[in-house]
């Protein structure tokens, strides 16, 4: 932070107050200049800034999953993907929330596909029936699943070793501080079950009230990729 510049009858609150603004107002021109990240090139795929083990891990059938993903310029979307961990059972279904302090709120998105999890491993494509536009800021990348034998890839349910276990919040300290899957958060979901529908957009217009969850599975890793 740049020293405070003074002023004859300036007072100490009011300069350091007017230090305050200059430096909140350089840190929001240094963001809004890219230089927090280094950008997105159109064409090309991205995902979250997690920190975590990866591994497969079936999911539970008609159940909402979301988790946080800091997009960091605005852009527009060209589709999302999933990758299949192991041939299984199933559809699976994405999405995108908004970010409502701390947990998702209204639908942005809905994927027009179901993929279908009973194929050779591969990567799962997702398209929209509109591309979406983002704004910078946080966004939530949601996924259903038809049914509980459905094994995307996955970030580990392990909360110590993963950052997505910090980006929810743990119920207690001991979550942030002590190894082990039974000491905090890996994963977020609608509280309310929700019936997969295949062929049809389902999901709800707003989140609903959210859950946390521990032990496996953890979250499907979700990429996203440029207009």
Same mark, same amino acid.
């Given at each position: 932070?740049?020293?405070?510049?003074?002023?004859?009858?300036?007072?100490?609150a009011?300069? =350091?107050?007017?230090?305050?603004?200059?430096?909140?107002?350089?840190?929001?021109?240094?963001?809004?200049?890219?230089?927090?990240?280094?950008?997105?090139?159109?064409?090309?795929?991205?995902?979250?800034?997690?920190?975590?083990?990866?591994?497969?891990?079936?999911?539970?059938?008609?159940?909402?999953?979301?988790? !946080?993903?800091?997009?960091?310029?605005?852009?527009?979307?060209?589709?999302?993907?999933?990758?299949?961990?192991?041939?299984?059972?199933?559809?699976?279904?994405?999405?995108?929330?908004?970010?409502?302090?701390?947990?998702?709120? =209204?639908?942005?998105a809905?994927?027009?596909?179901d993929?279908?999890?009973?194929?050779?491993?591969?990567?799962?494509?997702?398209? +929209?029936?509109?591309?979406p536009?983002?704004s910078?800021?946080?966004?939530?990348?949601?996924s259903?699943?038809?049914?509980? =034998?459905?094994?995307?890839?996955?970030?580990?349910?392990? !909360?110590?070793?993963?950052?997505?276990?910090?980006?929810l919040?743990?119920?207690?300290?001991?979550?942030?501080?002590a190894?082990g899957?039974?000491?905090?958060?890996?994963?977020?979901?609608r509280?309310?079950?929700?019936?997969?529908?295949?062929?049809?957009?389902? +999901?709800?217009?707003?989140?609903?009230?959210?859950?946390?969850?521990?032990?496996?599975?953890?979250?499907?890793?979700?990429?996203?990729?440029?207009?």
């Amino acid at each position: 932070m740049s020293a405070p510049i003074y002023k004859p009858g300036a007072t100490t609150a009011s300069v =350091t107050a007017a230090s305050a603004a200059a430096a909140a107002a350089s840190t929001a021109a240094t963001a809004a200049a890219g230089l927090a990240h280094p950008g997105l090139v159109t064409g090309r795929w991205y995902g979250p800034q997690l920190g975590s083990q990866v591994t497969n891990a079936a999911m539970a059938a008609n159940v909402l999953y979301a988790y !946080p993903i800091l997009v960091p310029t605005s852009c527009t979307l060209a589709g999302l993907a999933m990758r299949i961990g192991t041939q299984s059972v199933g559809t699976g279904k994405l999405g995108i929330y908004a970010n409502a302090s701390g947990v998702p709120g =209204t639908l942005v998105a809905e994927a027009t596909q179901d993929g279908d999890f009973n194929v050779a491993v591969t990567t799962l494509d997702y398209t +929209f029936s509109a591309n979406p536009a983002l704004s910078a800021g946080w966004h939530w990348f949601a996924s259903c699943f038809s049914a509980a =034998t459905a094994t995307p890839v996955t970030y580990s349910s392990a !909360p110590a070793i993963s950052t997505l276990g910090n980006l929810l919040g743990h119920p207690s300290s001991i979550g942030v501080l002590a190894s082990g899957t039974s000491n905090g958060a890996s994963r977020l979901f609608r509280t309310a079950a929700l019936t997969y529908v295949a062929a049809t957009a389902f +999901f709800p217009a707003s989140f609903g009230a959210v859950s946390y969850g521990v032990n496996t599975p953890g979250m499907p890793i979700i990429a996203y990729q440029l207009v």
